[in-house]
């Protein structure tokens, strides 16, 4: 992911949905809704200049289509953290939700932090492949648990034999989807180098190595204090041994009174990117 110096004048939030996409246009100020489809999201790209900055927040891979769309068209795009965006929302005492609400809260997320987001960039096939495999795995050993205890449990003895061919076939599945995996890990140098510098330290072992590759390939280029953010493991400040009480808003604040309406989207001509931070990426 790169941080490029182009001049970002227009803004366009989308809140991604299997089969439709509401697009806000800070330029505009309105909202739409368009297909979630190939030939759609091409149009709806080739019609972006260069300077438009598209924020869009991951939906279980239904945002791929889209992120391609904009690559392709040479549009900078942004994949935000969901996390962040909703926190972003709170922040401004936004209660309602709909597609149109999130879409706007994605353009004013990308106005607001703009010099310091990411812009998208393609992973290359051979890390997605290993991300579509360590993401079965993990789904298959959290169902297999699931089975393995209702079969311990009181009351399993007439199922107890479905049971068990269930727990052999997830057992074997596993099997087939570590050898693939390490099949992978060893044609591909880029990968094998990654795991071999994980593995190297202390504790850590091939699986979790492989699961860290395939789920953070952001790994190598963000400081220590950024991966532990991106992962969830920063640490927290610890509320309850703090004495300081933390002051409620003030009643005359328009966001303290529970409106769901967004804040009006800033014109586009005063809108000034804010500078990049030294803390965690956005």
């Not at 939700?97 to 010099?115: E, M, V």
Request: net charge positive; aromatic share 4%.
């Amino acid at each position: 992911m790169s941080h490029p110096a182009t001049p970002v004048s227009r803004f366009i939030g989308c809140d991604v949905g299997k089969t439709a996409i509401a697009v806000f246009d800070s330029m505009t100020g309105r909202s739409r809704s368009i297909a979630n489809e190939p030939q759609a999201l091409s149009d709806f790209a080739s019609g972006l200049e260069p300077t438009c900055f598209v924020v869009c927040e991951a939906t279980g891979g239904y945002e791929g289509a889209l992120l391609a769309a904009l690559l392709a068209a040479g549009v900078p795009v942004h994949r935000a953290d969901a996390r962040k965006v909703k926190a972003f929302i709170r922040s401004f005492g936004t209660i309602g939700k709909t597609d149109a609400i999130d879409a706007k809260a994605l353009a004013r997320y990308g106005s607001d932090r703009c010099a310091e987001l990411a812009r998208w960039q393609a992973r290359d096939r051979e890390r997605l492949r290993l991300q579509g495999l360590v993401l079965a795995r993990r789904d298959m050993v959290r169902d297999r648990l699931a089975y393995a205890n209702r079969r311990a449990a009181p009351g399993a003895e007439p199922a107890q034999a479905h049971l068990d061919a269930l727990l052999a076939s997830f057992d074997a599945q596993i099997k087939a989807i570590d050898a693939d995996i390490n099949v992978l890990t060893a044609q591909c140098q880029p990968i094998a180098r990654a795991v071999k510098t994980l593995v190297a330290i202390k504790g850590m072992g091939a699986k979790t190595a492989t699961a860290l590759i395939a789920l953070m390939p952001e790994l190598g280029s963000l400081a220590r204090r950024q991966a532990a953010a991106l992962a969830g493991l920063a640490p927290t400040p610890d509320k309850a041994a703090n004495s300081t009480p933390i002051a409620e808003p003030a009643a005359a604040d328009p966001r303290s009174k529970g409106s769901s309406s967004w804040p009006l989207f800033p014109p586009v001509n005063t809108i000034q990117p804010s500078k990049p931070s030294s803390n965690a990426s956005s």
